[in-house]
T-cell receptor, first 114, second 112 residues
Framework: EAQVTQNPRYLITVTGKKLTVTCSQN?????MSWYRQDPGLGLRQIYY???????DKGDVPEGYKVSRKEKRNFPLILESPSPNQTSLYFC?????????????FGPGTRLTVT | GESVGLHLPTLSVQEGDNSIINCAYS??????FIWYKQESGKGPQFIID?????DKRQGQRVTVLLNKTVKHLSLQIAATQPGDSAVYFC???????????FGAGTRLFVKA
């Protein structure tokens, strides 16, 4: 089944404890992206990747890191999480390297930072 | 499910009626637009897209209209069904920058 998977689905952590949220797609898509979703703010793009080893900042990259060592994986790293990073996170992928075209979204990761 | 839009604009329609959801986009350089549907507890799901060289595109029960003059996008859903109840987002993509910008969303309630 074609899909985007994220792990974990739920995570509660404490301020400053490094964490990684994994994202994997099995559709051989070029483009991958991370979004955060907060009430009343819609989805805001954190980082995106046009292809392996090519990443760039979205609108809200502060406090996050990403890497794209393999085409299928695009982990989101929070080196020192803070409470303002409590949010619902979505990973997405798209066939086109520009992000144009349908983006397939993962099921989301609910992160709480205390 | 997750609560993703506590303060969203809301549209309430009767089952069988047509729905129109509006979106104002921000970047005049955006040349590709998508409508997504998000049900409770799930990620957004593609509905329909349109390029800036078009002003209308139709899908199954859905139509997207684009007015570049006023930077406005609308999604029309024909014969709205209870399964259409969800939050709807428009998204714009500036292909020059590869970024995707989402609107704040509209919650659609369908009354049976």
């Amino acid at each position: 089944e074609a899909q985007v998977t994220q792990n974990p689905r739920y995570l509660i952590t404490v301020t400053g404890k490094k964490l990684t949220v994994t994202c994997s797609q099995n559709m051989n898509h070029e483009y991958m992206s991370w979004y955060r979703q907060d009430p009343g703010l819609g989805l805001r793009q954190i980082y995106y990747s046009m292809n392996v080893e090519v990443t760039d900042k979205g609108d809200v990259p502060e406090g996050y890191k990403v890497s794209r060592k393999e085409k299928r994986n695009f982990p989101l790293i929070l080196e020192s999480p803070s409470p303002n990073q409590t949010s619902l996170y979505f990973c997405a992928s798209s066939l086109s390297g520009t992000g144009v075209g349908e983006q397939y979204f993962g099921p989301g990761t609910r992160l709480t930072v205390t | 499910g997750e609560s993703v839009g506590l303060h969203l604009p809301t549209l309430s329609v009767q089952e069988g009626d047509n729905s129109i959801i509006n979106c104002a986009y921000s970047n005049s350089a955006s040349d590709y637009f998508i409508w997504y549907k998000q049900e409770s507890g799930k990620g957004p799901q593609f509905i329909i897209d349109i390029r800036s060289n078009m002003d209308k595109r139709q899908g199954q029960r859905v139509t997207v209209l684009l007015n570049k003059t006023v930077k406005h996008l609308s999604l029309q859903i024909a014969a709205t069904q209870p399964g259409d109840s969800a939050v709807y987002f428009c998204a714009e993509i500036d292909t020059g920058g590869f970024k995707t910008i989402f609107g704040a969303g509209t919650r659609l309630f369908v009354k049976a």
